[in-house]
């Protein structure tokens, strides 16, 4: 797909900008979000304001560089599909136009699988190499990217199961999952790079 002619496709197109950052300050003062969750960022709050300050910093080191700019999924790891014959990719409802690290950002913390991703992506006639600071933005992007979901279904639902269900989710999401390994490499990368 990384080969496709994307260039003139009417896809949004990356800015590296950081709206997520005001999209989740202004859904975290909305009056429906439980006392609890408001309590919960609380509790997380050095965190999550490290993590914004690095988003800010990676923003401004990739801005204006739209070099190596293809199609993107946006979601790859969690949409792939395998036949035994080959994989295909599924879901495609956030498509733009962005380099290759908007997709293989999850690999930040598995080096050995994101040199095979580069392998694979020369082997098939990518020329491209990835680039760390574009890296760690995806990775304090989609941070927010996910916690912003986790609060707008908050909002947006009125049954109370679903809500108790989605305050777990955010709390385990909080507290350690399958991202902390990945913010764990963007914080590394980031001191590396200071």
Same mark, same amino acid.
């Given at each position: !797909?990384?080969?496709?002619?994307?260039?003139?496709?009417?896809?949004?197109?990356?800015?590296?900008?950081?709206?997520?950052?005001?999209?989740?300050?202004?859904?975290?003062?909305?009056?429906? !979000?439980?006392?609890?969750?408001? +309590?919960?960022?609380?509790?997380?709050?050095?965190?999550?304001?490290?993590?914004?300050?690095?988003?800010?910093?990676?923003?401004?080191?990739?801005?204006?560089?739209?070099?190596?700019?293809?199609?993107?999924?946006?979601?790859?790891?969690?949409?792939? @599909?395998?036949?035994?014959?080959?994989?295909?990719?599924?879901?495609?409802?956030? +498509?733009?136009?962005?380099?290759?690290?908007?997709?293989?950002?999850?690999? &930040?913390?598995?080096?050995?699988?994101?040199?095979?991703?580069?392998?694979?992506?020369?082997?098939?006639? !990518?020329?491209?190499?990835?680039?760390?600071?574009?890296?760690?933005?995806?990775?304090?992007?989609?941070?927010?990217?996910?916690?912003? +979901?986790?609060?707008?279904? &908050?909002?947006?639902?009125?049954?109370?199961?679903?809500?108790?269900?989605?305050?777990?989710? @955010?709390?385990?999401?909080?507290?350690?999952?399958?991202?902390?390994?990945?913010?764990?490499?963007?914080?590394?990368?980031?001191?590396? @790079?200071?």
């Amino acid at each position: !797909v990384y080969r496709l002619p994307a260039q003139t496709c009417s896809l949004p197109r990356e800015d590296f900008g950081t709206g997520v950052l005001a999209e989740y300050a202004a859904l975290r003062q909305n009056p429906r !979000v439980p006392e609890e969750i408001k +309590a919960l960022l609380g509790r997380f709050e050095p965190r999550l304001s490290g993590y914004a300050q690095r988003l800010k910093q990676f923003s401004t080191l990739c801005q204006g560089d739209a070099s190596g700019f293809c199609l993107t999924h946006g979601d790859a790891g969690g949409n792939c @599909m395998y036949d035994e014959e080959k994989w295909s990719i599924v879901d495609w409802d956030s +498509a733009a136009l962005a380099p290759i690290e908007r997709d293989a950002w999850i690999f &930040l913390c598995e080096k050995e699988n994101l040199q095979r991703v580069q392998k694979t992506l020369a082997e098939n006639g !990518v020329s491209y190499a990835f680039r760390t600071e574009r890296l760690c933005y995806y990775c304090y992007r989609f941070f927010f990217y996910y916690l912003t +979901a986790y609060l707008r279904a &908050l909002i947006e639902t009125e049954d109370a199961d679903t809500r108790a269900t989605l305050a777990q989710g @955010m709390e385990e999401y909080l507290s350690g999952c399958w991202i902390d390994a990945r913010m764990d490499a963007a914080d590394d990368a980031a001191k590396q @790079m200071n």
